[in-house]
């Protein structure tokens, strides 16, 4: 069964910092894309983040240049989104997506076909 499964996330301060997990099962991740999205309250998903499985090239969102990572470990078929330096503007649920047909991603959430079940970050102090 093809899926998409999250992990990590939970209430963190300003400043802290987060893991989430994407683990990609009955899918063959060659030559695909994993993305990041969130979506906070009342505002619409954005992307911000993507990983190109076949070449590793990573593209950010400018918001979080410097301060998030996204990475892959093809053995577990699982991609990390690092979160440090976590803002309040940060609080949202975090979704992953694969792109399965174009293999190419972006920051677009119609360009991907499958989606995890949401995990929700809250930065608060």
């Known amino acids: 069964q093809e899926q998409l499964v999250q992990s990590g996330g939970g209430l963190v301060q300003p400043g802290g910092s987060l893991r989430l997990s994407c683990t990609a099962s009955?899918?063959?991740?060659?030559?695909?894309?994993i993305g990041w999205f969130r979506q906070a309250p009342e505002k619409k998903r954005e992307g911000i983040s993507y990983?190109?499985?076949?070449?590793?090239?990573?593209f950010y969102r400018d918001s979080v240049k410097g301060r998030f990572t996204i990475s892959r470990d093809n053995a577990s078929n699982t991609v990390y989104l690092q979160m440090n330096d976590l803002k309040l503007e940060d609080t949202a649920v975090y979704y992953c997506?694969?792109?399965?047909?174009?293999?190419?991603?972006?920051?677009?959430?119609?360009?991907?076909?499958?989606w995890g079940q949401g995990t929700q970050v809250t930065v608060s102090s």
């Open positions: 997506a694969i792109d399965i047909r174009g293999g190419i991603g972006g920051m677009g959430a119609h360009e991907y076909d499958y």
């Open positions: 990983i190109r499985i076949g070449d590793g090239g990573t």
């Open positions: 009955g899918f063959n991740l060659d030559n695909t894309a």
